[in-house]
């Protein structure tokens, strides 16, 4: 075993535990990678060694994004687990938590629901500078209100504050080199971030080669001086992953006599398309035999990218309404077509998932493939993209869409896929050129109650059937903060779903009989229906919000019925009525004129 490595670990072990001695509580960023692996049983083992001088608990954070690449998220569930058995046997003050994006932010919701453009190395760089507001809406944001209420309990029980310990490392690459020494970070001292966070990168000097040699000792437990809290089986695994990730030429060949390469391999979320033209890693990966079934997620994150710049695929209404009474007609969010063929894609792979996997289970049974411990654990589903939750949060958002043809859109993908067993494999789309993005105009709506007046949620049949449907409640309808009358809804602190009735809807009552009946209802009918149910509960204080975003698509829906358009007829219809920005901005000045005229009259 190479002492020089054990030296360092025991450096690393030394400087926390003076900080715990302090009455700090130390918090790992765990991601599940190499280096965050390192820093978290480090930290623990500090945490062990300083048993009398504990401040409540000590933390290990992850976060789930929702679309991270299945064999790394897999990875780092079990190692949580193993992590918790780990604190709990050894009576360690340490708890594990797992962070995810609000149910609206979430890939799934955000880009099919709500037309949300991907982000890419186009879209995503500002002031010269890449932007990742993914990253923002799905980790920093998520963790941030976490590590708000642990901070909270952690001072009440007397600690100092929170100090997170973070793998970084210098020799990452030299951006990273650049941007820790302009924090000053370094291996044996604490940080203070902008934001208020203390943080303290034990492994700041460490090189890749280390960090496996580190991953080395911990396969060899019996000649650690302390105990592990990860199996050598475990490292195995992660030591798989990233040769997976690396063309099978990471070399890193685990124990006292192996030989050691470096391994850069990085590993993002799968659907990740600000990583540019190619997901290198994804790529080597799926070209392994037991990660295979990965290729349809690459195949759906490249036709993400191809089709960014296709204009065709977009919805042309504008999403608010300016001060003269009009609505910006230009190319912005996804449009209806495309956003059900994105969740056709999604749905399918995620059949083909549980379809290969029950193949995998008959051949093991069969004796048609080895008995191995890889092959057993293929036999499990490997991924969800789409769970019932996240499909009646899509569908709530498609059943406010002008163009959608009836209620339960989004259910309805899910059944002609889970049901009928059609299949929508991903299509081969060359990618599109960078286009400019036209403004056409600006069409006229008022407050969406000129040509096809709407009343968004207002749920008539509820109104009347509610005192018998559920007699308990307070009111059969509410109100929004601008005071119109809707369906009746629930609120809590953020938009959600409730995950237990929501899956017992999609896979029990929504059969195919509900499907039939509901083709011929207005796709409205089902965002009412969500919110009575209380299956959907909107973000407090924000139901005017949803209301607006309701007699929008509402408005432009009962347009094309009134004038007998289709959604192509209508899009050109909207361009050719549109009024240029010039005048747009006339009719702003003059309407501003008109109003302080009436306030000196008055």
Known sequence: MDAGILVKMEVAISVMQSYIAKDYVLSCAMSGGKDSSCVMVLMLEAIRRSARHHRGSHYILSADTTIENPAVANHLHAVLEEVQFYAESAGLPVEVHVTKPSLASQFVVSTIGRGTLVRTPENGVKDGKRIRACSDDWKVRPQGRL????AREASNKGAREILTILGMRRSESASRDTAMALRGESADSVIRHDSGALTLSPLADWSTDEIWSMLGALMEPDCLPFPSPLAPATIARLSDVYRAGNGGTCGVVLGESGARAACGSRFGCALCCVSGDRDKSMEFMVQETEHK????????????????????????????????????IQADTYGWHERISMLRMLCTIDAMERDRAEEHEANLASGRIED??????????QFEFVTPQQLVAIDFFLSMHHYAPHAFPALAVWHDVNVLGRRYPVPNVDPFPKVDVKLHGWYRVGHYDLEAPADGLRDYSAEQWNRYLHPGRASRYART??????????????????AQAACLFV????DTRFMLETQARDAIESARFWL????????????????????RGQYFSRLALRHNLTPDELDAYLIRSSVGDGEHDDLIVRNSAQADLFAETA
């Open 147 to 150: 590590r708000t209420l642990l």
């Open 293 to 328: 079934h990965l290729q349809p997620l690459n195949d759906f994150r490249n036709y993400l990218l191809a089709i960014q710049w296709d204009l065709s695929r977009r919805d042309l209404v504008g999403r608010t309404i300016s001060e003269a009474g009009y609505t910006r």
């Open 372 to 381: 191995t411990e890889g092959n057993r654990s293929l036999c499990d589903v």
């Open 481 to 498: 903060t601008g005071g119109e009358q809707t369906a009746y809804f629930e609120e809590a602190s953020q938009f959600e779903v409730d």
């Open 507 to 510: 896979t029990c009552t929504y």
């Open 532 to 551: 009575n149910e209380g299956i959907v509960r909107l973000p407090r204080g924000m139901a005017q919000r949803y209301q607006d975003m309701a007699k």
